[in-house]
């Protein structure tokens, strides 16, 4: 409980770091708690003031992970978006918890709305991004450490330690955006002959992978 809370300190203090460069507009009112049963869009309107309580500025769900065994690639990631939390709402930010069986990936993929924080509360992650130059920035990440991955940027991580690992991350949106790499082009109705020059495959290798799903 005291690294969950220790954890939850980190992320917070580093909210008004993130926020100059927030991705969303500055809010208007004190809070704008997210009415979910009146979605507009992309959208949420207001819940009623005189309906609004505490309970909409909690949320709990972070405590237990789910089963990430039961994940394709070993992971689960258990969100705190406005979707689940509305007081999020209009406040820039969103989080989530990363749990890892030994093992487990989270594949490379962006959000292209948000920068993301990430802090290690159990086990060693591989973990990294790749800038526009194509460099890449990765190593061996270990509990209490912190890491950024810089905004729109394409990133993974990778629990190469024994055992279960398990890390906390805040993303300056609430709407972040997660876009994985593989299945955006791989099977996603992409020309094959666009696969083949992109990827440098050949014939046989295409049919293998380039209608994968």
Not at 3 to 22: D, E, H, N, P, R
Not at 93 to 101: C, E, N, T
Request: proline share 8%.
């Amino acid at each position: 409980m005291a690294t969950f809370l220790f954890c939850f300190a980190v992320l917070y203090a580093s909210m008004s770091t993130l926020q100059v460069l927030s991705s969303n507009p500055d809010p208007v009112r004190d809070f704008c708690v997210a009415d979910l049963d009146y979605p507009q869009l992309n959208e949420y309107p207001c819940k009623p003031y005189a309906n609004v309580t505490i309970d909409d500025f909690v949320f709990s769900g972070l405590l237990t992970p789910a089963d990430p065994s039961l994940g394709p690639s070993g992971t689960s990631v258990t969100p705190a978006f406005v979707e689940t939390f509305p007081g999020l709402h209009t406040q820039g930010f969103a989080f989530a918890r990363l749990d890892f069986v030994e093992g487990g990936l989270i594949p490379p993929h962006t959000h292209p709305r948000a920068s993301e924080f990430v802090y290690i509360t159990r086990g060693r992650l591989y973990a990294g991004f790749i800038d526009t130059a194509n460099r890449a920035f990765a190593r061996v990440y270990s509990k209490g450490e912190v890491m950024i991955f810089p905004r729109g940027l394409i990133h993974w991580q990778l629990n190469v330690g024994e055992g279960p690992a398990s890390a906390f991350a805040v993303l300056n949106s609430e709407k972040p955006g997660f876009q994985t790499i593989a299945p955006s082009m791989f099977g996603s109705g992409v020309a094959e002959e666009v696969l083949q020059k992109a990827f440098r495959l050949d014939e046989q290798a295409c049919r293998r992978v380039c209608s994968h799903r």
